[in-house]
């Protein structure tokens, strides 16, 4: 079983910035799909943003240009930098690994992200 552990959420006011991060308790990104997911108050869960096992990345239209997703393999860690921060970017962010072996599917626990106006 794999565990994803997120961090670096926070409050900041729009226009900011933070870098969450998701480390895995092992070498995974090999073989998962990695994704961003965030769920705001009476909302259903959105992705965000992915990163294939070939690298190549997805976003949904609402963050382009405005978050980045990265992982670095060495340090089982998968970041994602968001920049120009609004007040509907505030929910509950989780990391998700999706693999070709299904046991090494996991979420994480989630990390608050506050931007207020």
């Known amino acids: 079983q794999v565990v994803l552990v997120e961090s670096g959420g926070g409050s900041v006011q729009a226009g900011g910035s933070l870098k969450l991060s998701c480390v895995a308790s092992?070498?995974?990104?090999?073989?998962?799909?990695m994704g961003w997911y965030r769920q705001a108050p009476g909302k259903e869960r959105e992705l965000v943003s992915d990163?294939?096992?070939?690298?190549?990345?997805t976003y949904a239209d609402s963050v382009k240009g405005r978050f980045t997703i990265s992982q670095d393999n060495d340090k089982k860690t998968m970041y994602l930098q968001m920049n120009s921060l609004k007040p509907e970017d505030t929910a509950i962010y989780f990391c998700?690994?999706?693999?070709?072996?299904?046991?090494?599917?996991?979420w994480g626990q989630g990390t608050q992200v506050t931007v207020s106006s």
């Open positions: 998700a690994s999706h693999c070709l072996t299904s046991r090494y599917n996991s």
């Open positions: 990163i294939n096992i070939d690298g190549t990345t």
């Open positions: 092992g070498y995974i990104f090999t073989f998962c799909r």
